[in-house]
């Protein structure tokens, strides 16, 4: 407790000047102006906060004002809520101030509703119970700085601990995504879920059922950026959060025999998914991480396996077509999750090709189909590379070391095609304007015919160079049954 207490008071000591000034124009105009939720929290961890959020007992008017004479500039976006943000140069070389300035409040659901009926409020420990876990509960007045913590949010912190300030079941009642908070906050702090929050999640796991999908979307998306999401998504699954919102995940839990000799799809989708953060790269790096389209795949590159499995005589068990399958399943439930096109298609077309590496090892490839690879991954390759390494997690050391030595030749001779040809951008040798040309027609479907069988031409071997290329165009044409132009 000392240590944390001398850590945030450093933090403190260093908060943006301009941001204790903001306090000293609340303070004389007759409000109250705290630092509260996730800085102050953050302070106690030794992290330095970019935004700054507190709470105040001015109305959105009031506080609307003096933000405006406060900073460069200003928005009331989140004004429903009693919310006005702000932003001030910073002074002298210094980084912007960013800010968000909420009346003290209370947020309650209507039962039938999907939205929080926003309520004042008129102090600022009544703002706090409604915080959604004792350790964003804590508060430092400004520009006093005077610490405030009514729930003992301090020793949750040193604990590790995700405990409500109030009741939990009523907590949850008036904002469910508390529930799918707990899970991302396990994830993002590593802090264990209080025994009496989790009993509640159980309880009333069905209830996040009223939130929006967009808002749910949300916190799933901080969950899996996070440092450590196999923490929070343990959490959705144990509590039955994961039923609701994302239930091809808990669906994984099948053995795969009841000698229980194989890990169950879940728990392998977990480690495919640590073994994929490992695997992501720097900035400047192939795949940037946090990468959520990589994180996505490599959690849902196997929910198709519930719906495919067989077993076979002999014992064996089967899951033909499950990457077919499993793309179907990823694009539906992204897409009920309010997820943008692009990461829907990403994360499917991942799941859909995960597969396509097994058996290289065995019977090698044509350079054909290296070329297939490389062009049905298109831009996701280097995220391919990565799923379909971390794929391989067989306790097999000898099994696991061809696999990787499979793949390591695989990339490098998709590296030498590279220096050959532009594999990421394989074209026919012939456009469409030459093919019309040679043949003497005009746009149609014909053009569209004779392109793919190029590209197809192409693919199978190599650069031919436009004159092979017009020679084969034209025998093709001819056996089509057409005249020869």
Known sequence: MLALQKRALAVLAGLAPEALELGALFRDAGHELSLVGGPVRDAFLGRVSSDLDFASSATPDETQA???RWGDAHWDIGREFGTIGAMRHGRSGGADVVV????????????????????FGDNLEGDL??????VNAM??????????????GLSDLARGLLRTPIDPRRSFDDDPLRMMRAARFAAQLGFAVDPAATEAIVEMADRISIVSAERVRDELVKLLLSAEPRAGLQVLVETGLADHVLPELPAL?????????????YEHSLTVLDKAIALETGPDGAVPGPDLVLRLAAL?????????RRFEDGGGVSFHHHEVVGAKLAAKRLKELRFDKATVQAVARLTELHLRFHGYGEGG?????????????????ERLHRLTRSDCTTRNVRKAARLSAAY???EVRIARLREQEELGSIRPDLDGTQIMEILGIGPGREVGTAYKYLLELRMERGPLGEDTARAELLAWWSAQGDVTP
Do not use: C, M, N, Q
């Open 365 to 381: 490839w044509t350079d054909s189909a290296v070329r297939r690879y490389v062009t049905d991954a298109g831009p996701l390759l």
């Open 139 to 152: 508060a430092v007045r400004v520009p006093e700085l005077t610490f405030v913590d009514p729930f003992d």
């Open 253 to 265: 839990r099948l053995e795969i025999d009841e000698h229980h000799r194989h890990k169950d799809v």
């Open 129 to 134: 119970s409604r915080r959604d876990f004792t």
């Open 66 to 68: 003096i933000l405006a």
């Open 100 to 119: 968000e300035v909420t009346t003290y409040r209370s947020d309650e659901y209507d039962p039938a509703s999907r939205k929080p009926v926003v309520a």
């Open 300 to 308: 849902l590159h196997d929910i198709g396996k519930p719906r495919t």
């Open 408 to 410: 390591d030749d695989l």
